[in-house]
């Protein structure tokens, strides 16, 4: 007998039963495309909305970011505000609001509201209270502070483009959208807590242009995640499309009014109008005063009235004064033509620093020489057509006032747009005016 065990013929290859997938990629599967029947649309939006609802971790890494942000800005360190931006939460409770918006929950906006404002509230007060750390090492200049407090085109292209990404990673996958979570929270966190730590440490033209810029960012970033939201084909419901709708017209008027204002992003200082430095200014000549010498020998001659006296004056009772001429001759002795001459003082220059790149203008204390701090674009500079060439550059020693503190170095000559037109760096004299009396 053969004792070998039959066994069942193998079925072929092509009868194997598909593996089932697993529920994470069915997951996937089933968000890789937004359903457009209404059971599935409302199943997920449904999803989204449990996912996007505020928790405890928002808080809690809010409270981290800020404080690592406001010392970012009391160092002046751009690696710490960095490591900040990455300990920051995850800006899901943002595209919550936009949910809200799209569906009409009146409800869910304002929890998905209140938690990003408690979460604004947290890092501005890590701005606030690093601000107040500084003033005893006041003044110093906080170039991180300035930077961040301006709107920069380049940042406002990468904040559009983290938004939509944001948005749509969120609704198409259940993966955690770190990466442009990060660009957000850089365009929400930065400003705000720029504008908190200008108020505490007392840094003019910050505390409010921090706010502007943040409310800049925050429309834009609006608009685009609710556009996005509509081209995913999200279909709002009748109270959702009037009032994404006017959200989408009050974030509109509130972003271009600051963008085209220019209020955010402009230096408050306006340059004043001068006259160019090399023009020499007509000087008023001066009345030379004469002395009398010590024994002047004068003449009275009494001369006829010629007319009444005006001036009312007290005199004796009954005694009426008659008015008396009188003709001054005096001889001087004879004296030498005064000579005087004037050193006129410089009249400075006024320019605003306007570098082709980098956003601004390295200072150095001298020409060519070490490095002293970087000049943002926009900052007003002064000049009193003190210039160096070296290997054929010009460099001007400019002053500017930063922070209340007035700083001198040398800048390159194009590097400066001036409020005039342009002085000529040419050696001239001192002017003299001889003045004959």
Same mark, same amino acid.
């Given at each position: 007998?053969?004792d070998?065990?039959?066994?069942?013929?193998?079925?072929? $290859?092509?009868?194997l039963?598909?593996?089932?997938?697993?529920?994470?990629?069915?997951?996937?599967?089933?968000r890789?495309?937004?359903?457009?029947?209404?059971?599935?649309?409302?199943? *997920?939006?449904?999803?989204?909305?449990?996912?996007?609802?505020?928790?405890?971790?928002?808080?809690v890494?809010? *409270?981290?970011?800020?404080?690592?942000?406001?010392?970012?800005?009391?160092?002046?360190?751009?690696?710490?505000? *960095?490591?900040? =931006?990455?300990?920051?939460?995850?800006?899901?409770?943002?595209?919550?609001?936009? !949910?809200?918006?799209?569906?009409?929950?009146?409800?869910f906006?304002?929890?998905?509201?209140?938690?990003?404002?408690?979460?604004?509230?947290?890092?501005?007060?890590?701005?606030? !209270?690093?601000?107040?750390a500084?003033?005893?090492?006041m003044?110093?200049?906080?170039?991180n502070?300035?930077?961040?407090?301006?709107?920069?085109?380049?940042?406002? =292209?990468?904040?559009a483009?983290?938004a939509?990404?944001?948005?749509?990673?969120?609704?198409?996958?259940?993966?955690?959208p770190?990466?442009?979570?990060?660009?957000?929270?850089?365009?929400f966190?930065?400003?705000?807590?720029?504008?908190?730590?200008g108020?505490?440490s007392?840094?003019?033209?910050?505390?409010?242009? @921090?706010?502007?810029?943040?409310?800049?960012?925050f429309?834009l970033?609006?608009?685009?995640?609710?556009?996005?939201?509509?081209?995913?084909r999200?279909?709002?419901?009748?109270?959702?499309?009037? !009032?994404?709708?006017?959200?989408?017209?009050?974030?509109?008027?509130?972003?271009?009014?600051?963008?085209?204002?220019g209020?955010?992003?402009?230096?408050?200082?306006?340059?004043?109008?001068?006259?160019?430095?090399?023009?020499i200014?007509?000087?008023?000549?001066?009345?030379?005063?004469?002395?009398?010498?010590?024994?002047?020998n004068?003449?009275?001659? $009494?001369?006829?009235?010629?007319?009444?006296?005006?001036?009312?004056?007290l005199t004796?009772?009954?005694?009426?004064?008659?008015?008396?001429? *009188?003709?001054?001759?005096?001889?001087?002795?004879?004296?030498?033509?005064?000579?005087?001459?004037?050193?006129?003082?410089?009249?400075p220059?006024?320019?605003?620093?306007?570098?082709?790149?980098g956003?601004?203008a390295?200072?150095?204390?001298?020409p060519?020489?070490?490095?002293?701090?970087?000049?943002?674009n @926009?900052? =007003?500079?002064?000049?009193?057509?003190?210039?160096?060439i070296?290997?054929?550059?010009?460099?001007? $020693?400019?002053?500017a006032?930063?922070?209340?503190?007035?700083?001198?170095?040398?800048?390159?000559?194009?590097? =400066?747009?001036?409020?005039?037109?342009?002085?000529n760096?040419?050696?001239?004299t001192?002017p003299?005016?001889?003045?004959?009396?």
């Open positions: 007998m053969n070998e065990p039959i066994l069942p013929p193998q079925p072929a $290859k092509d009868e039963p598909a593996p089932l997938p697993s529920p994470r990629r069915r997951r996937a599967t089933r890789s495309h937004i359903p457009t029947d209404p059971e599935g649309q409302a199943e *997920l939006i449904a999803s989204l909305a449990r996912r996007a609802y505020p928790s405890w971790e928002l808080f890494y809010s *409270l981290v970011c800020g404080a690592i942000i406001g010392l970012g800005y009391l160092l002046d360190s751009q690696a710490a505000l *960095l490591f900040g =931006i990455l300990v920051a939460p995850l800006m899901t409770p943002w595209v919550g609001f936009l !949910l809200a918006l799209l569906t009409g929950s009146i409800r906006m304002f929890e998905t509201l209140m938690a990003l404002f408690i979460s604004i509230i947290f890092v501005f007060l890590g701005g606030l !209270l690093t601000g107040f500084a003033l005893p090492f003044p110093r200049t906080f170039d502070v300035y930077l961040h407090s301006r709107l920069w085109i380049p940042e406002l =292209i990468v904040f483009i983290g939509i990404t944001l948005v749509i990673s969120f609704a198409r996958s259940e993966e955690r770190f990466l442009p979570s990060v660009i957000v929270a850089y365009a966190f930065l400003p705000i807590s720029a504008a908190a730590f108020l505490g007392g840094i003019p033209n910050v505390w409010m242009q @921090g706010l502007l810029v943040f409310a800049a960012h429309a970033t609006g608009i685009l995640g609710l556009v996005t939201l509509f081209i995913l999200l279909r709002p419901s009748t109270g959702g499309f009037i !009032l994404s709708g006017l959200t989408l017209l009050v974030f509109s008027g509130v972003f271009v009014f600051l963008a085209a204002s209020s955010p992003s402009r230096n408050e200082a306006e340059i004043p109008q001068f006259t160019p430095t090399n023009q200014q007509t000087v008023p000549s001066p009345s030379p005063s004469l002395t009398l010498p010590p024994n002047p004068p003449t009275l001659t $009494k001369l006829p009235a010629t007319r009444t006296p005006t001036a009312d004056q004796p009772e009954g005694i009426t004064p008659s008015p008396v001429p *009188l003709t001054l001759e005096i001889t001087l002795p004879p004296t030498e033509t005064p000579t005087i001459t004037l050193t006129i003082q410089p009249t220059t006024y320019g605003r620093v306007a570098a082709s790149e956003g601004g390295n200072l150095r204390d001298e060519g020489g070490n490095y002293v701090m970087t000049l943002l @926009g900052t =007003i500079v002064e000049t009193y057509s003190e210039f160096q070296v290997n054929g550059s010009t460099w001007v $020693k400019v002053y006032l930063l922070n209340g503190q007035r700083i001198e170095g040398w800048l390159l000559e194009s590097v =400066i747009a001036y409020a005039t037109p342009a002085p760096f040419s050696p001239s001192t003299t005016a001889t003045v004959t009396p």
